[in-house]
C-alpha cells in the first residue's frame, strides 16, 4: 500500500527516481501559454524537491508547494541556496523563501484558505501518485481547494497496470476526463510513448508508457 509513510521511507532512503535532474521541459514549453500576470500565485501539489519550483519562481510568480516529506522540503532550499524561514500553523510546517512558500504536511489537509489565489495549478507526478482507489478523492480534495478562476497543467502516464504496480500509476486519459471534465475544457497538449526514455522503464517490465500533458481551463 502507498501510504504516506511510503513516501517518508523512499525520502529517508534515497529512492526517488521520480526526481528530475533538471527543469521539467513540459513546463518550460507550455506555462507561457497561460500568459499568467506576473506575481500571479502557482500551486505545486506534491512537490518534492523538484527544481521546477525554483524555475517557476524565477519566472515571476508566487509559488506555493506542499510536500509531505520534510527531509525534500529542506533538500530543495539547500540545493538552492536558499534561505528560509519556518513557522508552524496547526496543519503545517510553512517554509518561505521569497516567492516561494512550501508546506510540509498532508495535501488532503489543505483547505481553499491557504491557496489564497492561485490562478495554476502545475500538476507532474502528483495526480499519478496516487493509487487508483485514492485517486476521487484526490480529484476532489483538488477541486474543492483550488479558486474557481484556477487553470491547470497536468502531465501523467498511462500503462497497462499488470505490468507494473507502482508507482507511478497508470492514469487514462479518460479518467482525467471524467473527473475534472466538468469543471475545466480539456485540451491535450500533447502524448507519446516514453518507455525508451529511461533503461528503468523495460528493466521493470512496461511495454509501452504514454506520457501526457493536458491543458484544464476554466
Ligand atoms: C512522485 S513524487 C513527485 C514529486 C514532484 N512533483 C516531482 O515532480 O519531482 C510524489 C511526491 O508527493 C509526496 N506526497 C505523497 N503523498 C502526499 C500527500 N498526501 N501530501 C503531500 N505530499 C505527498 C511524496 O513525498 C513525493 O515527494
Known amino acids: 500500500m502507498v501510504d504516506n509513510q511510503h513516501w517518508l521511507d523512499r525520502w529517508r532512503e534515497n529512492r526517488i527516481g521520480f526526481h528530475e535532474a533538471a527543469v521539467n521541459r513540459h513546463l518550460q514549453t507550455y506555462m507561457a501559454r497561460f500568459a ?3 506575481g500571479a500565485c502557482v500551486f505545486v501539489p506534491l512537490c518534492g524537491k523538484a527544481h521546477d519550483i525554483a524555475w517557476i519562481a ?35 510546517g510553512v517554509y518561505k523563501s521569497g516567492n516561494i512558500s512550501l508546506l510540509q504536511g498532508d495535501f488532503f489537509d489543505l483547505s481553499n484558505d491557504d491557496l489564497g489565489a492561485c490562478s495554476l495549478v502545475y500538476d507532474r507526478a502528483a495526480l499519478i501518485a496516487m493509487e487508483r482507489p485514492d485517486r476521487p478523492r ?81
Open 58 to 92: 524565477a519566472q515571476g510568480f508566487d509559488v506555493i508547494g506542499i510536500e509531505l516529506s520534510q527531509l525534500a522540503i529542506e533538500a530543495f532550499f539547500d540545493e538552492n541556496n536558499l534561505d528560509f524561514e519556518r513557522f508552524e500553523t496547526d496543519r503545517f
Open 138 to 218: 484526490y480529484y476532489d480534495h483538488m477541486l474543492s481547494i483550488i479558486p474557481a478562476v484556477s487553470n491547470m497543467l497536468l502531465v501523467t502516464l498511462d500503462y497497462d497496470q499488470a505490468e507494473m504496480t507502482g508507482p507511478p500509476f497508470a492514469v487514462p486519459p479518460e479518467e482525467v476526463r471524467r473527473y475534472y471534465g466538468d469543471s475545466f475544457s480539456i485540451s491535450l497538449l500533447e502524448s507519446s510513448d516514453i518507455v525508451d526514455k529511461a533503461p528503468r522503464w523495460r528493466k521493470v517490465g512496461l511495454t509501452a508508457l504514454r506520457e501526457s500533458v493536458f491543458r484544464l481551463d476554466r
Open 36 to 38: 499568467l500576470p506576473h
